[in-house]
């Protein structure tokens, strides 16, 4: 399977005893939709390698993952800081108006007040922020994703009809 038909869905922070168990960084808005994973794909030299998932433990807003046949620190270690993929079609459906910000990687913004200033190339996962980037005027712009800015996304006419705040744009072309 290929990461085009897949979605990034967190990384592997690091190891959690002597016995294989990792603790897991998740990009998901409830971790709790995750909890009866049977199978994941872990990225080891740039390929999507599958894995069985034996457990997920969820604590508070810890995540920890034992994976089958790792069952020591030595492999688990060997596992830290790879990234977590799931396929795209494991995707819950979503709501009218909802989206997926992966999904938003190539649409049009147009903004009520510049009209169109770009595509977006790239998602910027931040803590307590994701903001879309494109480039306006040889530039990279950042735009926070809020439903304030976000007015609606239109999967049909892949567009973003935005309503950013007064100088944003200015702050990043002058």
């Known amino acids: 399977m290929s990461k085009e038909e897949c979605y990034e869905l967190g990384y592997i922070a690091k190891t959690i005893g002597l016995k294989g168990e990792v603790a897991v960084v998740l990009d998901v808005d409830d971790v709790e939709d995750y909890e009866d994973l049977e199978s994941i794909l872990i990225e080891i030299d740039g390929e999507l390698v599958p894995y069985t998932v034996e457990q997920v433990n969820i604590r508070s807003k810890k995540t920890s993952m034992r994976f089958g046949g790792i069952d020591i620190i030595e492999k688990a270690e060997k596992l830290r800081g790879k990234k977590l993929y799931l396929p795209l079609e494991a995707l819950a459906p979503l709501a009218e108006g909802e989206y997926y910000l992966h999904e938003l990687v190539g649409y049009q913004v147009d903004d009520a007040n510049h009209g169109l200033i770009g595509t977006v190339s790239v998602i910027y996962n931040l803590p307590g922020q ?45």
């Open 130 to 174: 994701d903001l879309l980037a494109l480039t306006h005027k040889g530039v990279e712009v950042m735009i926070p994703i809020n439903d304030a800015i976000i007015l609606e996304v239109s999967h049909e006419s892949k567009t973003i009809k935005t309503n950013l705040p007064e100088g944003l744009l200015e702050v990043y072309t002058n």
